[in-house]
């Protein structure tokens, strides 16, 4: 149902974007990412509320692109500045509802548990946040310098990446906090037991081989 409605607003925001270039090099990722999700949920599936928060993700990122996230029209002025902060908040977003699906990825397959299983969801945003900066700016620079400023969104600010990663980093870090006060209420002896097991020293030696 919500890959449905995500894609009705796509194909509806894929009608006339207000640069198609910006607009096909902001879904590259996207539609890559979809498709992944679509053929490995026969192996893994996510819970119900990773794929709401990655559906509210998408639907927000979706909107950027469509305007080009200088132009998007719903400003919300957050610090009282001249840029358009739709970005900032889509950023935000990014830590806010992916840092969870990942947490899943890292418990259900890495079976990390404890301090870790809270802490790597929130070092793979600010790595991937980091990361898609590298990548916008190589593409910019390779196939689209013409239209680097709509699609890098900088707005004159010089440290625009570094604050884009700063708050992905913010909303992961929330997120990471929320789910750790929720473990802890809901299962407290196995939390505390689960974290103090993962920050335990398992091999004293440091040059023990594997």
């Known amino acids: 149902m919500l890959f449905l409605a995500y894609a009705v607003l796509w194909v509806v925001l894929a009608v006339r974007p207000v640069d198609r270039l910006v607009w096909a090099s902001e879904n590259a990722l996207v539609v890559a990412a979809v498709l992944l999700l679509l053929l490995t949920s026969s192996r893994f599936r996510f819970s119900d509320l990773s794929y709401t928060f990655i559906f509210f993700f ?14 998007v029209p719903f400003d919300l002025d957050l610090w009282s500045s001249t840029r358009n902060d739709y970005d900032r908040i ?4 990014f830590g806010l509802f992916l840092a969870l ?9 890495a079976d990390t ?8 969801p929130f070092e793979l945003t600010l790595a991937f ?36 990663v700063a708050m992905a980093g913010l909303g992961a870090a929330l ?26 020293i398992k091999r004293p030696d440091p040059d023990e081989d594997d």
């Open 101 to 109: 699906p990942a947490r899943e990825v890292f418990r259900r397959i």
């Open 90 to 93: 889509v950023h935000f977003s």
């Open 175 to 200: 997120t990471m906090t929320v789910a750790a006060v929720v473990s802890w209420r809901r299962r407290r002896r196995r939390f505390e037991d689960e974290f103090e097991e993962s920050l335990r």
């Open 129 to 164: 946040s980091a990361l898609f900066e590298m990548v916008e700016w190589g593409t910019v620079a390779v196939m689209a310098p013409d239209s680097g400023a709509s699609y890098l969104g900088a707005q004159g600010d010089a440290f625009d990446a570094v604050k884009d």
């Open 113 to 120: 548990k404890g301090f870790w299983s809270f802490y790597f």
């Open 58 to 71: 998408l639907i927000l990122h979706a909107v950027g692109a469509h305007f080009t996230y200088p132009e």
